[in-house]
Every structure is written in structure tokens, then in C-alpha cells.
């Protein structure tokens, strides 16, 4: 058996093994992650968020306080 022959099985028990795997997309994960919204703008952030990057989205893009644009939202 030659070098070319092996070569050509590999690839295929590799592929075989790749074709096991589901997609890797995380897309949904981090879709279902956003639950914190803007009651102003309606714009989603992850539910990692902390305040300070909420508060910094309520002053500089609405001129509020946190408590006005994310009422839901607790420390």
C-alpha cells in the first residue's frame, strides 16, 4: 500500500469525524443571553452587563439615569 492510499483514508476517517459535529455557531446562545433592554431605544445587552456600561448608554445616548431607561434592571 502506498503513501497515496493512506493518505486518502485519513481524509476520509477525518472526515467522518467532522461530519459528527454540529454547527459551533454561537449566534443563539448570545441571542438568548441579551435579556437586559433599553425602555428608551430598545436596544439589548447581554445579561453580563454591569451598571456602569448601562449607566454610561443611559447619559450619553438618552441624557437619563439608569433607573429611567432599565427599571427591570438589579445589581
Given at each position: 500500500m502506498g503513501n497515496g492510499a493512506k493518505a486518502a483514508q485519513k481524509r476520509e476517517r477525518?472526515?467522518?469525524k467532522s461530519s459528527d459535529k454540529g454547527p459551533t455557531s454561537r449566534n443563539k446562545v448570545n441571542e438568548?443571553?441579551?435579556?437586559?433592554v433599553c425602555?428608551?431605544?430598545r436596544q439589548t445587552f447581554l445579561?453580563?452587563?454591569?451598571?456602569p456600561a448601562l449607566e454610561e448608554h443611559a447619559q450619553n445616548k438618552h441624557s437619563k439615569t439608569l433607573a429611567e431607561?432599565?427599571?427591570n434592571f438589579t445589581k
Open positions: 477525518n472526515a467522518a438568548a443571553a441579551k435579556n437586559i425602555q428608551t431605544c445579561l453580563t452587563t454591569r451598571a431607561c432599565f427599571p
